[in-house]
Every structure is written in C-alpha cells, then in structure tokens.
C-alpha cells in the first residue's frame, strides 16, 4: 500500500498537471509584476507583459532570478506583501557576508506545511511514528519544517533539534523513535557514537532516517543504512523555495519526487542557462507557484541534477530529480581540471576500511596540489605501516582513475577529523583569500 498524504494531488495525471501548472504560471506573472517592483522593471526590460504568458511552456520567456538578486535586496526587498502580513522569517547564511532571508506568510506556511505533509509521508513514515527531529531549530529551515509536516500527519514529534548526541541516542531508547531526521553527516556520527557507547543498534526502534539538506552518496547511504540498520531517503529543499519538501525519495528510492502543483522546475545548461533536453544534467531552476511573501519565478539554485518524468511505480507522477551531484559554484578547478566534492565522495564510500569522514584541501604553492585527507575505521588503523602504505596507493589510484588528476591521501587516525550536527565542510580552498 503506497502511503500518500494527498493521492490526488500526488498522481495527478501528467496532462492535468502540466495544464494546471500553466494556469498557476500565468497567474504568477500577473501576481510578480503587480506586486514586486524588481520583477516589473525586469519584465520591462526583456520587453514582456504578463499576458504573453499563456501557458506552461511560456516559462522561457520569464526572466531568471539570482542569488545575489536577494542579496542586492537585503532583507525584505523582494517581498511581495507588506510585512503585516508576513509571520514568518527564515534565514541561510552562506559563507560570506549577509544572510539570504526569506519570508512566508499565513498561506505560505499551510502550503508548506502541505508538501511537508507529503514529504514525510512520502519514504513511508505514517501517524504511528515517533519521529526524533535532529534538524537545527531557529534561522535554519530544517527544524520547523519537519516539525510543522510531522505535526500534520499526526506523527509523534520531539523537537530535539542538533547537537547532544548522548543525550540524542537516550532519547531514541527511552522513547522508542521509529523515524530520524537530520543530516547524513550527522546520521553518520550518530552511528559511529553508538558504537563507540556499545549501544546495540538492533535493540532500537528506529526503522527510518530522512536525510539531506547536504549532497550525499549513494556509498554513503548504504554505509549510514548498515550502520544503523536502518532504511535512509534523501530529501531535497532550499530556504528560497521553503526550505525542505521540495522534493523526496519515495520508499522506491528512485529518484525525489518534484511536487510539481507548486513548482516548475527546470535544467539549464551550465553556461548557458538554456533548458537542457530532456534527461540530461543541468542545474536546476525553481518557479515557485503558490507562494506570496517571496514568489520566485526560474531561481537558479546551482545545484546539478538530471529530472526523469517517467511515472514512478509509486504511481506519483511528479517529475523525480536524480541525487543532486554537485553545486555549479562547488566544482574545484584544479590545474584546469575540474573536480566535484562528491565524485571524490562516492569514491571514498567504495572503500571498505574508509570511515566516512574526509577533507579535501587545495593548496597553492607553485601549482595547485590537491589533498585528501581519509579517517580510517579503527580495524584498517591497526594494520601494518606497509598495509596502510597500500592501501593509501588503492585510494589514490581510485581517485585518479575518476578524477584525472592527482591526489595526494593522507590517511588519518580514527576521530580526528570534524564532526558536524548540521552540514558538514568537506572541502578547504586555501587558493581562496579568506583562508
Ligand atoms: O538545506 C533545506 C533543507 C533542510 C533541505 C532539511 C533538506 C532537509 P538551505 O540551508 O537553504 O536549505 O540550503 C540549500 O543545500 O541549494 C543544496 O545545495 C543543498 N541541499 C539541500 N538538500 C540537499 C540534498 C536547506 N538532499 C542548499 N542533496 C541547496 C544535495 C542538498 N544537496
């Protein structure tokens, strides 16, 4: 039995879905340029007016919006409704300077609340679940996000938020959490927590973990799914387009639903910001539909993924995005090579004795040298100097081999490298000024 929170709306067929998607699409153009002086001077200057957009594929003729669009309109410039009738601020700091802010109002959080609903539904997770939320609370979406969709299907919630892992694992005992929500670094650590407190892991409840807010790998989630022994599904979302429920795995595991009565999404070529054809990796770009604090029409996330609109067994009919790969802005150029954070990832997850924790660095003497520095499970640690010689050989000619240019691993001791409640940094530039 699928567990839907909304079938209807979740297997819309595909004809209906794109006629309504233009209808909302034309209502949004209207709604943008009346309301939103940004949007208007833009429409102005490519020369269009609201009527010329008729219909779903009409999308292309809209302007795209930037980052630095909200950042140049810090912090409430791009709202489209006075601030009486926002109830809701959430923030994402980058890593420099201001933070992107983003507003909802009454309708906004019901409707987030909504794909909320559906997301957490969507891997499975029913009203009997106790669901330990472990995404930080506060400026970041994740916590309140969680929280407001595992209210909605009647779920038991604790709002635990990051942090305390000891205390995060004797709760997950004594109250018997079924589901866990954070991110899969955290996840990570967690498991590894457990193991070093000889907590045995098939002794708890928990069967299921929702994990994302940071790009992860396949190797990842099996090593996460062993080591807790648990069923793990990606979800996908951004602050500027709610925050989570944007999209997420089904229990097929196939793919992250898209839930596309609110969105239109897009990808576009890297450089030239043209649709890409159909099933080929782009970045993608959200339009949101029913928003009305922050609408935003073709935001370009930078983030790279490839979207199937092949129904899904689930009988979902939203497009699926594949896991995201990569941000455009994450890609490493090194000696005119470019590299991205997860190839080496993914990599990484294929070696058994390789602990899940790694840190790329980029130095910049001469040329640029490339590092990697690789923590080791405590059985591979205690192995020989000329086994561990060897084995940092097999690493570096598996990277090689993907990456085509060289890496230089530096194997460390099990514990030593950074672990995280929320996003982990996986990568330092020390060619960038700030460092
Ligand atoms: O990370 C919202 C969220 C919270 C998503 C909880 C999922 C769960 P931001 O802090 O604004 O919002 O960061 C958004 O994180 O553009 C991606 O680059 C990255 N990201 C989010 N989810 C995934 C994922 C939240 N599943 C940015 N895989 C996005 C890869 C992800 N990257």
Redesign the pocket.
């Known amino acids: 039995m699928v567990n839907y929170w909304n079938k209807e709306a979740e297997t819309l067929p595909r004809d209906e879905l794109d006629a309504l998607q233009g209808k909302k699409l034309q209502k949004l153009a209207k709604y943008c340029y009346e309301n939103v002086e940004f949007y208007k001077k833009k429409f102005k200057e490519i020369g269009i007016i609201p009527d010329d957009i008729k219909g779903k594929e009409d999308i292309t003729k809209l302007p795209l919006t930037y980052k630095d669009d909200l950042r140049d309109h810090y912090p409430f410039g791009l709202n489209a409704v006075p601030m009486d009738q926002i109830i809701r601020i959430h923030a994402?700091?980058g890593t420099t300077g201001k933070p992107?802010v983003v507003t909802y109002t009454k309708k906004d959080i019901d409707d987030w609340t909504e794909l909320m609903a559906r997301t957490v539904m969507a891997p499975g997770v029913t009203h009997k679940d106790v669901i330990q939320n472990a995404?930080g609370y506060g400026l970041?979406?994740?916590g309140l996000?969680?929280h407001y969709g595992a209210e909605k299907i009647g779920a038991s919630v604790i709002p635990i938020s990051g942090g305390n892992t000891e205390r995060q694992l004797m709760i997950m005992q004594d109250f018997g959490s079924t589901i866990m929500?954070c991110?899969p670094s955290y996840a990570l650590y967690i498991a590894e927590y457990a193991k070093q407190n000889n907590i045995d892991v098939s002794k708890l409840a928990l069967k299921k973990g929702?994990?994302?807010?940071?790009?992860?790998s396949d190797n990842l989630r099996k090593t996460i799914e062993d080591e807790l022994e648990i069923d793990a599904y990606?979800?996908?979302?951004?602050?500027?387009i709610y925050?989570?429920?944007?999209?997420v795995e089904c229990e097929e595991k196939n793919g992250?639903h898209i839930w596309e009565d609110f969105f239109i999404v897009e990808t576009l070529d890297q450089e030239t910001l043209e649709p890409v054809p159909p099933g080929e990796e782009g970045i993608l770009a959200f339009t949101t539909l029913e928003k009305t604090g922050l609408p935003l029409i073709r935001y370009i996330?930078?983030?790279i993924s490839i979207l199937n609109r092949e129904t899904c067994t689930c009988g979902r009919t939203h497009v699926r995005m594949k896991?995201?790969t990569g941000?455009a802005d994450?890609m490493l150029i090194v000696r005119g090579i470019n590299v991205f954070p997860s190839q080496i990832e993914s990599a990484l997850m294929q070696i058994p004795g390789v602990a899940g924790y790694y840190q790329i660095i980029i130095n910049r003497d001469i040329i640029d040298s490339l590092e990697v520095k690789v923590e080791l499970t405590e059985e591979t640690f205690s192995d020989e100097m000329k086994v561990l010689e060897q084995f940092k050989n097999t690493i570096e000619e598996k990277l090689y081999n993907i990456l085509q240019v060289r890496a230089d691993v530096d194997l460390v001791p099990p514990g030593t490298l950074p672990r995280t409640e929320g996003?982990a940094k996986h990568v330092i530039d020390k060619r960038s000024k700030n460092i």
């Open positions: 994402s700091s992107t995404y970041f979406t994740g996000g969680f929500t991110t929702i994990f994302g807010a940071e790009p992860w990606d979800i996908y979302g951004l602050s500027e925050g989570p429920g944007v999209s992250m996330t930078n983030d896991k995201v941000r994450d996003k």
